[in-house]
């Protein structure tokens, strides 16, 4: 059964109002609030507040604050004028049953509203990006195709100019064989006398295979000028990036990979005992399990502290071990660190999954504690939570029934006094 909360203080403006709804451990994470037009309502259980307001108000742009046990309320007005009070006279049940089924329907259209505008921007954002990426990849494209286009160019330049350096050095070639031609036949145009044993005929046959001769020797020269000198050599130098596994990177599931790297690193971390703050142990202190009992013992004894150090070491050594944050939280409570009993609970509870009848005794456990060490903060809402979370898991528990009835007392006394 909700407690209504009917204690506030309110002042306003032509254009706002300023409400402040005071609630004794009101957070952020628990606290629900609804908005409409008409219609104002928090529900902090166990409390619940709703005002039907006197006049419209403009919702979208109207504020609420949370903290410091206190609801702030800035509630613009439609309209300009003074109200004469709050909340709308005259109201009956159907009336208010009228003004919330009003009031959720328009939050639901205007909620379907923005998410259809919502998905709209993010369409007209992917085309905008789309539009982007295929302007830059046709730069790209067209870059590429320029630095072909010059490339080819270019090489239609060096294959002119070497053809040009051939045909320059045939010509050559053909004018010093015209020479050499030129200069055997000149002691036949001075009148010599061959010699008179020489057939006249043999002459001609020997200038031939002279001339062979000076033609090879000048074409095997010329050949060596003009073939183009080879190109000048260099390194390349080719970085590949690190790979753990074997397969290449567009091949491979980097998310996946990554995760299973830092599953078994932290495996490996949990279960290394070769840290130097191990090395002074001996064997049986380096397993989590023998740890756990000592400690089990010497919370026993009343040796809270001790028992704690041997928790500290066995979750350094294996950190996945519900009952050591579970029983560690139990320690803290014993020694009053209610903040971080309520760490280890929720961290236990964290572990104990999924909820199971082998782990349901643990999980109530969790819960009781974490509830006792809200309730000695003086936060009674959330102690109550965890001890009715604990009831639904072993409604038969009496200690713990007699518990959330005596928390609940607790709260509708204080929300009592707040009344008077």
């Known amino acids: 059964m909700p407690v209504r909360v009917s204690e506030f203080s309110w002042q306003q403006t032509p254009a706002a109002v300023f409400l402040s709804l005071p609630l004794r451990g009101v957070c952020v994470r628990d606290t629900d609030v609804f908005c409409g037009e008409s219609y104002l309502k928090v529900n902090f259980p166990p409390f619940l507040f709703e005002v039907f307001l006197y006049a419209p108000i403009d919702d979208g742009n109207s504020k609420a604050k949370i903290g410091n046990d206190t609801i702030l309320f800035t509630l613009y007005k439609k309209e300009p004028v003074m109200w004469e009070d709050l909340s709308m006279p005259g109201v009956d049940k159907e009336m208010m049953q009228s003004i919330r089924e009003n009031s959720i329907l328009q939050s639901q259209e205007k909620a379907k509203e923005a998410t259809e505008a919502k998905a709209a921007a993010k369409r007209e954002d992917q085309r905008y990006a789309l539009g982007v990426m295929m302007k830059i990849e046709e730069e790209e494209r067209k870059k590429i195709e320029d630095m072909k286009e010059n490339e080819r160019k270019k090489a239609t330049r060096e294959l002119e100019a070497w053809k040009e350096g051939q045909r320059q050095a045939h010509e050559q070639k053909r004018i010093v064989r015209k020479e050499k031609c030129q200069q055997g036949k000149q002691p036949e145009e001075k009148g010599a006398v061959n010699p008179p044993s020489l057939p006249r005929k043999a002459l001609p046959a020997r200038l031939p295979e002279r001339g062979r001769k000076w033609e090879n020797i000048f074409s095997e020269k010329f050949k060596e000028d003009s073939v183009p000198a080879p190109r000048s050599a260099g390194r390349i130098q080719i970085s590949f ?55 089990n013992k010497l919370f026993a004894t009343e040796n809270y502290l001790a028992a704690v150090d041997a928790y500290n070491l066995a979750i350094r050594l294996n950190s996945k071990i519900p009952l050591l944050y579970l ?29 199971v009848s082998s782990n349901a005794n643990a999980r109530m456990k969790a819960h009781v504690r974490r509830g006792t060490a809200f309730c000695q903060l003086e936060l009674y809402v959330e102690g109550l939570q965890d001890y009715e979370a604990a009831l639904k898991i072993d409604p038969t528990n009496t200690i713990v029934q007699n518990d959330a009835e005596e928390i609940r007392n607790i709260i509708q006394g204080t929300a009592l006094k707040s009344h008077d």
């Open 241 to 295: 990036t690190p790979r753990v596994f074997p397969t290449a990177l567009r091949e491979s599931q980097v998310a996946e990979e990554e995760e299973w790297l830092h599953k078994q690193a932290e495996a490996r971390r949990a279960m290394s005992t070769d840290l130097p703050e191990f090395c002074d142990l001996k064997e049986e202190e380096k397993n989590p399990d023998w740890l756990k009992e000592k400690g």
């Open 327 to 355: 029983n560690r939280a139990a320690c803290h409570l014993k020694l009053k660190n209610l903040h971080k009993a309520i760490e280890d609970s929720s961290k236990a509870l964290e572990l104990l999954t999924p909820p």
